[in-house]
């Protein structure tokens, strides 16, 4: 008989338990004292009890010969615990026999049970109290109650797609004991129960709302306000109706074209009209306690074997559509459309099994890739279906179809003409068709001309007439992305890297999927209502805002707008990624390394021109500086530079190697003859180059560090003397006197706006009032000063339009590279191949002539196509251009 104590009453255990914790409290008092904060604590963990199947192996079940261990136990300060801050303050308030507070520090000993914990707490009077840290449920009518906590964490792992192992790292990361597998799996099995229950009913709901939507479709509302065709208590409709379901299957394991061996599936049921899951099936062919005791050779015992499946992974989808099909129909609604892929004889199998007809519509996407690698089987045959030629087939397809929608007989004419069009027949082309608009300048966008040849036309034709054929199953434009969905939820709930389906887990990872797309992230409260858990405040606010985070991102994802960006950006990201490939080669295949030669060439990227650098704001003596030259090319020789600082000018004439220009000559009046300098008829004292470049260094060194001015100096002159600088092998000592240089042209536009010229000599005359000897260097620099002083320019105004020496030497080596690279396509300009601007443009980015070759070599057409229109800062590295493009490939082929 329980025992009573202040009115109520105790079982023999609980009293044997406040028995052995007085004394064992009285004994240690009398050996050492009070009794010491740092208390044992009892885990089923670490502790070996008398009764070994008593609380480790099972810790939710107790017998009636439960004894407290006398062994050293860990502190109960160990580690940390899961508490419900409320229950804890309601049940230390009091105690149980003098009503006195009760005080956390006298805890006596701990006894764990998976996440909650029975603290046992003894009293100034000297009972021990039982004091729980988490609410408790009843699972039985016999033994002790079990936490809410533990039952919850087993839902939570199927909710988050963990497993017991993930579990339990995670909360060892956070210094908390996890639960014994044994007793997740108990809980397991308990909330697996409720689970199932709830998405059985969100299914019927989902069923209910199918044949609603479906018969306001075909029929009026009645009179009550029922639709006809409506669900009944029981689950089945009180009339039948006709309904359109979206049917895909989901394998736990990743297949591939050779093999499919996953041992689980998944078949789901999707309403058309609502999106919710109305059926779903579940095959599995492995049953771990079977595998188990099979490879022993022994006759496994009696348990829920989870194995319902013998047949082939690919013979799972036909299965379970057939059963899907029967159970629906077994609800009182008849499948009259269902909407799936054409990867499977499922149809064949369910219209030989129903007794009324059912209608097929195509998944417009399958059917899109499904011409797509058809296309592509042709590819090795034909060389003129290039990967743009069979994307402008497909685009012409997927519009073929848009446009139609519906409309069986305008779809199946609309994809039998996509090859004639494509081969310059436009005779029995629709309105869409632009050559009937204007036929003299009708050019097909994407192709760079029309196709010819009669066996392609004959290929093409076959491919594209198998759609036709089926136009009444892809007119409707039938789409199972939701199933698609489903899918990816359910593997988030139970991933394809774990095999969950082997001990039953599977089932209710499936379920709480179906339940999540039906319901949203809410189901959880409605689980813990079902299994009598604590409702979950905090759970219930998260859930409520993922799922309105889930609505806005499906209204965002839905625009129109959202979806063409999207589309454009996945383009620009393939397109990226193949020029990538096309400039670094192979780098990663299938035995590569033994069957390839190692083509480790890489093609340079796009060379950009470097931002301009502005020199910092800083006391240097100021130069200016200007020179006169040969001509207005790039190399032309120096024949004069001048310069001037304050009253200190320096004047050189320099022994020309080439010959001055006759555009040059009049302009500067220097003219050569025999290497001798004349100026207006008059021979000139020079120095050769090398010389002349010293004596200008010393000049500036007296003054350095110096920045040089002059107009138009960044274009013309400042280019010219660092080439010949870089000639003479002076770079170190110019960049040590020099630090940069200010352009007045575009400073003199910021000082002096509105003017219709702002050549040098009309500023010097506007501004000082004066007439000079224009292009002789050292009149123009002494003019060019005294129109710098007058002007008042302010530091600010003058170091914006500066730009730094190293700034200067990084575009010579641009332009010595682009130089280099424009010489190796000398022959193409020669033969009229491309124009002398497009090697130009060509030879700017980088590339020679090696490279395109390479390129062609690796790629063809298409890889030339992406190593030249890759596009470097949102703009085409060379050209877009496909005549051009063309044209190149007929060349690099021969």
Known sequence: ??????????????????????????????????????????????????????????????????????????????????????????????????????????????????????????????????????????????????????????????????????????????????LHHTSMKTREIEISQHIHTVAQESCNDALRAEASASCNRKTSIVADGNVDGSLNDTGTLNERSQGEFKYDMGWQKRGSRRAYDSKPGVGTMIGNNTGQVCAYGVRVSDCRMCQVYGNKGEVPPDHTCRKNWNGSAKAMEPDVGGTLVKEIEGKGVDVGVIIMDDDTTTMARLRKDLSHSIVKWSDINHTAKHLTNSLYSLQKKHRVLTTPTIQYLKKCFNYALAQNKGDVENCRSAILQIVPHAFGE?????????????????????????????????????????????AEKIAPGGSTKDVESFNNMAAAKAPKRCHFSASGSLNSRVDCAVVQK?????YINKVNKAAGLSPGIVYKENAVRKDTERKRQLAYTNNREVKKRKIENKLKKRNSNCAKEVREGITYKSSVATTHHADIVEIPSAVSISAVEN???????????????????????????????????????????????????????????????????????????????????????????????????????????????DRVKMNVAFKERVVGAVDTLPLFKEVFPGRDTYKQEALVHAVLKENYEAHNALADVSCLQKLYTMSDISDTVFFNHSFTTSWGFSMLAYQQNTEKNVDSMQDLVNRKV?????????????????????????????????????????????????????????????
């Open 1 to 178: 008989m329980p025992t009573r104590r202040r009115g109520r009453f105790i079982t023999a255990v609980e009293k044997q338990r406040r028995e052995w914790s007085s004394n064992r409290m009285t004994e240690l008092n009398k050996t050492h004292g009070p009794p010491p904060i740092s208390c044992a604590s009892v885990s089923t963990d670490s502790v070996l009890f008398e009764n070994r199947n008593a609380d480790l192996a099972t810790p939710d079940e107790t017998t009636d010969n439960f004894v407290l261990p006398t062994c050293t136990i860990p502190s109960w300060r160990q580690g940390r615990r899961i508490v419900e801050l409320d229950r804890l303050a309601d049940q230390l308030r009091s105690c149980i026999d003098c009503g006195q507070p009760l005080q956390l520090h006298r805890i006596q000993t701990e006894v764990r049970r998976g996440l909650g914990s029975m603290l046992y707490v003894q009293c100034v009077c000297g009972v021990s109290n039982t004091i729980t840290t988490s609410k408790t449920h009843k699972t039985a009518k016999r033994g002790m109650p079990t936490f809410d906590v533990n039952t919850k964490a087993a839902l939570g792992m199927f909710h988050t797609g963990m497993g017991h192992r993930q579990f339990t790292q995670l909360l060892s990361t956070l210094e908390i004991r996890g």
């Open 615 to 725: 020199v910092a704001d800083c006391l240097y003596q100021k130069v200016f500086c200007d020179i006169e030259t040969t001509s207005l090319q790039q190399d032309a020789d120096i024949i004069q530079i001048s310069a001037i600082c304050g009253t200190d000018s320096f004047d050189q004439y320099i022994t020309p190697t080439k010959s001055v220009s006759p555009g040059a000559a009049a302009v500067t009046g220097l003219t050569s003859q025999g290497g001798v300098l004349f100026y207006h008829g008059t021979p000139v004292p020079t120095l050769p180059l090398q010389g002349a470049m010293q004596q200008f260094l010393a000049w500036l060194d007296d003054r350095a560090p110096v920045i040089l001015i002059g107009h138009n100096f960044r274009a013309f002159d400042f280019p010219r003397i660092i080439r010949v600088v």
């Open 518 to 522: 039906n319901i949203g992230h809410t």
């Open 834 to 894: 491309i124009s002398k601007a497009m090697a130009q443009k060509i030879a700017a980015s980088g590339l020679q002539l090696c490279h395109l070759r390479l390129a062609f070599s690796r790629g063809g057409l298409d890889g030339l196509t992406h190593l030249l229109s890759e596009k470097v800062n949102g703009k085409v590295r060379v050209t877009s251009t496909k005549r051009v493009i063309s044209n190149l490939a007929k060349e690099l082929e021969k």
């Open 426 to 470: 436009h005779a029995s082309c629709g309105t869409w068709c632009g050559y009937n608009q204007n036929p003299e300048t009708y050019k097909h966008r994407s192709l760079t001309r029309d196709f010819s040849g009669e066996i392609l036309h004959r290929d093409l034709d076959a491919v594209f007439l198998v759609f036709a054929n089926n």
